[in-house]
């Protein structure tokens, strides 16, 4: 698809502006504002989008509520990478029949990534006849016309039609406090892993301008943000569908450049295209933090190619070397996949070995879910689930002592971290992130939150450090 087509125009999103104000208008003519709720599934993307819907609600004359019961419009913005993400989905969504009852007039939308699944629509229109309006991530900017069409007639409205995907600048957001914030840079997937729906759902790679990029950045900076994550499915291709010459690299620099105290954070890296170039970037600009999370997803060269990752294990283990000659501080997290279909238990000792070799900081990890209509749902796949739950537990344990034994690592020292909210209370009043993003329980005055402090690394535990403010 050509840029220009994938670029909303001007004039179409003055169309949705005009259609806030409509909504907007009705919402005056009520007693009192209405009240919206937009849950959040899966990955920051989705996080991302939702800050845009609540925007744009807030811009409409919605206030917010977390409570169902009181809420005028619920929006469940989905995620469909594993099953049981879906199972919980429908079974809230299920779930809202009662508040709806008891709320007639309630309008409920589904949109996100199952929203764009092949046949979820029709699930959708036919088995949850109380959800009013469900449409896909490609057209999130659209909301305001939806909505408005539900407001002043009725009716269901379905808008998933297949995509590659646009860019909609300039819609509102509504953020969660103002420390911390997502920045995307870019959207959709051209890898195709074989196990994953997001380039079936989220279209194929579009990146934003540097400029519209850099003057989010400027406006967030400038509104107190101290720690700022770039996001993309695979960062590392920025720039690629650009031709402007700038690739991920050179836009970290950019940014670093702005004035201000903040700290730069990107996920997700794909280590086919992570090099050296990134690397001493991330190095040699001091606001980058010192942070990667690079998933290798297996440690068999056999399930590696099954997957269609493009690299190996020994590239893969370049690459955490190269990184680390960069910078030997550098915190590495990671996704993994246990039980990819065909994975025999030899293949899996090679993750867990993997795992050993490398001591990530923290993993995430995922038993296998086969997704309809990708690749890997058409492959054999005789290991039992609980067999695999064995082989994840195992994985657990061994990463559990890795985490506990790195953690252990840092007491003594003394770490800059950005103090970012109130603690559980108890001693640690406070709660705080290392530069390379792991969490602090700190003791120290209320009034620290929002800075930069130094903290000294008192104990540790497998999930986090505890310290003091210095
Ligand atoms: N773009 C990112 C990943 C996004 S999805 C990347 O390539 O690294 C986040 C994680 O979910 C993936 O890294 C993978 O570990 C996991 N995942 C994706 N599809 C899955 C599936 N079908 N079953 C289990 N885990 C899956
Ligand atoms: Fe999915 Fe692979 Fe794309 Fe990541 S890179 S979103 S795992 S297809
Ligand atoms: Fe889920 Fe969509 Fe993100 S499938 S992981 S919400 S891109």
Not at 77 to 96: D, F, P
Not at 266 to 291: V, W
Not at 333 to 358: K, Y
């Amino acid at each position: 698809m050509s840029r220009q087509k994938q670029i909303v125009s001007q004039q179409e999103l003055d169309i949705q502006k005009e259609n806030m104000n409509r909504v907007r208008m009705m919402n005056q003519a009520l007693p009192a504002p209405p009240l919206a709720l937009v849950d959040t599934y899966g990955c920051q993307q989705n996080e991302a989008d939702s800050e845009k819907l609540r925007g744009m609600l807030a811009e409409m004359g919605y206030g917010f509520t977390t409570d169902e019961a009181r809420a005028d419009v619920i929006v469940i913005n989905t995620c469909a990478v594993r099953e049981h993400a879906e199972m919980r989905v429908l079974g809230n969504v299920g779930a809202l029949t009662h508040t709806k009852k008891a709320k007639p007039g309630q309008i409920i939308a589904l949109c996100g990534c199952m929203a764009q699944e092949p046949g979820m629509a029709q699930r959708i229109r036919n088995s949850y006849r109380h959800v009013d309006l469900v449409f896909g991530p490609h057209v999130v900017w659209r909301f305001p016309e939806f909505l408005l069409e539900v407001l002043e007639h009725g009716g269901r409205v379905f808008s998933t039609a297949a995509s590659d995907g646009v860019i909609a600048e300039g819609l509102p957001a509504r953020r969660d406090g103002t420390l911390k914030a997502w920045l995307s840079i870019m959207y959709g997937c051209n890898n195709f892993c074989s196990y994953c729906i997001v380039p079936y759902v989220r279209g194929r790679e579009r990146s934003r301008t540097p400029e519209a990029i850099l003057d989010e950045a400027r406006s967030l900076i400038a509104a107190g943000c101290r720690d700022i994550t770039l996001l993309g499915q695979n960062v590392n291709s920025y720039g690629r569908d650009l031709d402007c010459g700038v690739d991920f690299s050179d836009m970290i620099r950019r940014i670093n450049d702005l004035d201000g105290d903040f700290l730069i954070r990107f996920m997700t890296s794909h280590p086919k295209d992570a090099g050296e170039k990134l690397f001493r970037t991330m190095a040699a600009c001091e606001k980058a933090a010192h942070h990667i999370h690079l998933p290798f997803q297996a440690g068999s060269d056999r399930v590696l190619k099954a997957m269609n990752r493009v690299y190996d294990r020994r590239g893969y283990l370049e690459k955490v070397a190269m990184a680390r000659s960069f910078m030997p501080d550098v915190v590495l997290t990671s996704d993994v996949i246990v039980g990819f279909p065909g994975e025999t238990e030899a293949e899996f000792e090679q993750t867990l070995s993997l795992i050993e070799q490398v001591e990530f900081d923290a993993l995430f990890t995922f038993i296998y879910s086969p997704r309809p209509g990708t690749p890997a749902a058409q492959m054999p796949d005789p290991v039992s689930r609980e067999e695999k739950q064995r082989w994840f537990d195992r994985l657990l344990d061994v990463q559990n002592a890795i985490s506990e034994k790195k953690h252990a690592a840092y007491v003594g020292s003394v770490q800059r971290v950005l103090v970012d909210g109130a603690g559980n209370g108890g001693a640690y009043n406070l709660t705080s992130r290392t530069n390379g993003g792991r969490l602090v329980h700190l003791a120290g005055p209320a009034e620290l939150v929002g800075q930069f402090v130094q903290a000294k690394i008192t104990g540790s535990s497998k999930w986090a450090l505890f310290g003091e403010a210095l």
